[in-house]
């Protein structure tokens, strides 16, 4: 493993870097590559167009020397224990994070977490200048770096600078709520070209701009006031995952006998509900649990014949309002087990751990019913992994109306998890559909996604950026269409039964992607 010190010409900059460090029992480190769905995207961009990668290893303290993996250059930043607790799990995740998700639990502002992220954002901006070559494509990700734009442009005015959001943008009346809304809205102007999962994202930013800065905008380009005459451009440009990795996966003879055996073990039920997700209150978990329970109690479903399983990863522990959901799910899982759960034979299997890829490929081939609930989320990977997964045409996914995915794959039987009388519906609706139409839906659905995968999005994304701020040409093989339009909130919601396709985010997915 060695370092290079040459510059380069594509640079990514994100929170982490897409290596896991492995230390063996004499103390020897090695870095193993991360399953994300974002390192496969910038692999496949790589392979013909070497670049370096800037991000935090995950440990406290200083940050190892840049070294080489996979062909990739990776440059680490160090955060120390009080920029991990104020940057990540203080600005991050307790400011951002709910005002960017509705704000389901109340935001906190501090002016120590908002100092950190800002020279944490330096820090990552000085960085990039380092490894980037003159005239270099950098791309940034994610709302952990939203001042990095700014911040590289003035080191490295000749670079391209392209951003991408995995998570929602808010509508203006909750972004102006942070004490910051200026500032952060100019770093993240610093870029040439700024993605989003849906279109109704882009238009909150260009919103924002021209409400809180008094920017003009046109159609999907802000005009910055600073004599610059420089564009900005900010459109939708969904992400989505390795279809054909995941596929091949899925069709391995031990994945698919894995699959029985987590039925067996179950007590081979007729009807098999799943959740993924990671434990995060924007996930819906509460309200998909409250509509089970009584879907039990009007006895529509009974267990043994029915059962759930919740697989709910680890998240952001120290944080109040994750421990708080902890506590009340697990207290939830407890008392529908107590009344309906039968011994060998509970209502919920509740896993609170992650699984290995295989694992998860496995269950998603064992699920009938695929419950994706979310009460906001930027796309929803797991969605796509379960289609993806689905190669026999079985299963069914519930997909709730507040995720990205669900502007790609509305022939799911779609929700909306606020309303637990329609959940309920959906969830009887995804369960009691004759066999022969859900296959016709699933197999729509993977259409879908494996002519959206992950390659195609990054090659989108770097297409917009080279041509920002005016749109990219059409490719020959239709790989910078537009996004898809997110119908108008009072449209009525596509029937399930309908097969048109349209051509219309960490923690982890089910398989791995930070999320």
Same mark, same amino acid.
């Given at each position: 493993m060695t370092s290079s010190t040459k510059p380069f010409d594509l640079v990514?900059?994100?929170n982490r870097l897409p290596v896991d460090k492995q230390v063996d029992e004499d103390g020897n480190v090695e870095w193993q590559r991360s399953p994300g769905?974002?390192? =496969?995207?910038?692999?496949?961009?790589?392979q013909s167009n070497p670049g370096a990668w800037v991000g935090w290893s995950g440990d406290a303290g200083e940050p190892p020397a840049p070294f080489d993996e996979n062909g990739m250059h990776l440059r680490p930043v160090g955060l120390n224990a009080g920029e991990i607790r104020d940057f990540y799990e203080g600005f991050?995740?307790?400011t951002l994070w709910p005002i960017y998700h509705d704000v389901i639990v109340p935001a906190s502002f501090h002016r120590e977490w908002w100092a950190a992220y800002e020279r944490v954002n330096r820090r990552f901006a000085e960085a990039v200048a380092e490894v980037a070559a003159p005239d270099a494509c950098v791309w940034v990700h994610d709302y952990q770096l939203q001042l990095a734009p700014t911040f590289? %442009?003035?080191? %490295? #005015?000749?670079?391209r600078i392209g951003w991408f959001n995995h998570i929602p943008w808010p509508p203006v009346e909750l972004f102006a709520q942070l004490p910051w809304r200026?500032?952060?809205?100019?770093?993240?102007?610093?870029?040439?070209?700024?993605?989003?999962? &849906?279109?109704?994202?882009? &238009?909150?930013?260009?919103r924002a701009c021209r409400q809180l800065l008094g920017l003009k905008t046109k159609g999907e380009r802000v005009a910055l006031g600073d004599g610059s005459h420089r564009q900005v451009r900010a459109s939708a440009i969904p992400i989505s995952i390795d279809y054909r990795g995941l596929e091949a996966l899925a069709k391995r003879p031990d994945v698919r006998e894995r699959a029985k055996q987590i039925r067996a073990s179950l007590g081979d039920p007729e009807v098999l509900m799943l959740g993924v997700d990671r434990l995060d209150y924007t996930k819906g978990i509460r309200h998909r649990l409250k509509a089970y329970e009584e879907l039990?109690?009007? %006895?529509?479903? &009974? #267990?043994p014949d029915v059962t759930l399983v919740q697989v709910a990863t680890p998240s952001r522990e120290r944080v109040e309002a994750y421990r708080f959901l902890r506590e009340e799910v697990e207290q939830t899982v407890g008392r529908i087990n107590g009344e309906f759960g039968k011994i060998g034979a509970p209502a919920v299997h509740y896993l609170h751990h992650s699984y290995p890829r295989e694992e998860m490929a496995a269950l998603f081939q064992a699920a009938d019913v695929m419950l994706v609930t979310p009460l906001r989320d930027g796309m929803n990977l797991v969605a796509k992994e379960y289609v993806t997964c689905r190669h026999d045409l079985g299963g069914a996914l519930v997909l709730s109306e507040f995720t990205g995915a669900w502007h790609e794959l509305h022939q799911a039987f779609a929700c909306n998890p606020h309303d637990i009388e329609g959940l309920k519906q959906a969830m009887l609706r995804a369960v009691h559909t004759p066999s022969r139409d859900k296959q016709r839906i699933m197999r729509a659905l993977r259409r879908r996604v494996a002519d959206h995968d992950v390659q195609r999005w990054a090659r989108r994304f770097l297409a917009a950026l080279n041509a920002a701020p005016d749109n990219p040409p059409p490719d020959a093989r239709g790989e910078v269409a537009s996004a898809p339009v997110a119908p108008p909130e009072s449209a009525p919601l596509a029937p399930v039964d309908s097969l048109a396709i349209s051509d219309g985010e960490p923690a982890? =997915?089910? =398989?791995?992607a930070r999320e």
């Open positions: 990514i900059a994100a769905g974002l390192v =496969t995207a910038m692999e496949s961009v790589m991050s995740n307790d590289i %442009r003035e080191l %490295r #005015p000749d670079v200026a500032l952060l809205l100019e770093g993240l102007l610093g870029a040439d070209f700024l993605g989003f999962q &849906r279109q109704a994202d882009a &238009r909150n930013f260009v039990l109690k009007e %006895r529509q479903l &009974r #267990p982890t =997915t089910s =398989t791995g």
